[in-house]
């Protein structure tokens, strides 16, 4: 039986908050854009530091825009980015996606980025999406896809690195390839109008590769995920380095990509 709340792989380490912090409507979230208008009640969840919650609240400025997230330390970050961006349409709390402290019908979209891939019931999840949401509005979720990232060039430490990753996030309760199952999740929902799409994130430029690769060189080594590849016996401090090590040698190669690719789907409540 999965568990409903699982444990959140990453955690909010410093070199995970930079990629969170990184992340807008635009580079996340552009398969919702252009379904928003201006008065539109939009709930945000796993909102984080809350950049792409503070994108949404402006795209919609006589709506609404609630950001919960199951960290309360990390909504402290989401309310200053808000404040800094003179954003008054916004509010935050404390929530868990599988049992949701709003009634039935309170918004018009239900909105989770790189949220389903770390819960223990991704479909009981998206049914609780649905109860918040108004009939006829919309359900949307994008999450990335580990099994299905690419690079170049090809190396023995980063293949290591994803297949730790993947034992690290199911050992957790997730499924790191949430991606490619978001719409059979959506059906198992009872959504009956579902629209699938993807995108990926390119890193390419040196400044790009040298970003991403020293995020999770860090991450791999200092974050939650470090812990619980440890303490959970998936890898010693020994590999953790190697795979730091793979991540650095990658983000220093002239020649080096990486692509993320997300599953994305808009459901009809």
Not at 63 to 74: E, I, K, L, N, Q
Not at 131 to 149: E, F, I, T
Request: proline share 4%; net charge negative; glycine share 12%.
């Amino acid at each position: 039986m999965p568990k409903e709340t699982a444990t959140y792989t990453h955690g909010h380490h410093p070199s995970v908050l930079r990629s969170h912090t990184w992340r807008t409507a635009a580079n996340s979230a552009a398969y919702l854009v252009g379904e928003l208008v201006p008065d539109t009640r939009l709930l945000d969840i796993g909102c984080g530091p809350g950049t792409i919650t503070a994108d949404l609240a402006a795209l919609v400025p006589d709506g609404r825009v609630t950001g919960v997230d199951a960290a309360a330390d990390v909504l402290g970050q989401a309310r200053a980015e808000a404040a800094g961006r003179g954003l008054a349409n916004t509010a935050f709390a404390v929530g868990d996606v599988h049992a949701l402290g709003f009634a039935d019908a309170s918004f018009d979209v239900v909105h989770a980025h790189q949220v389903l891939q770390h819960v223990g019931d991704p479909v009981g999840a998206l049914r609780e999406m649905r109860r918040v949401c108004r009939p006829g509005g919309l359900v949307a979720a994008r999450d990335s896809d580990y099994g299905a990232m690419f690079w170049y060039p090809r190396t023995e430490g980063l293949d290591e690195w994803r297949e730790l990753y993947r034992r690290v996030a199911r050992g957790n309760g997730g499924e790191p390839d949430a991606g490619r199952r978001l719409h059979v999740w959506a059906r198992e929902a009872g959504f009956t109008e579902v629209a699938s799409s993807s995108s990926v994130w390119c890193f390419a430029t040196d400044e790009e590769r040298r970003w991403w690769s020293g995020l999770w060189a860090e991450r791999t080594l200092a974050s939650s995920f470090a812990r619980t590849a440890v303490d959970g016996g998936f890898a010693t401090a020994g590999r953790l380095d190697d795979a730091a090590r793979a991540w650095r040698e990658w983000g220093a190669r002239e020649d080096g990509w990486f692509g993320v690719p997300h599953g994305e789907i808009l459901c009809r409540a």
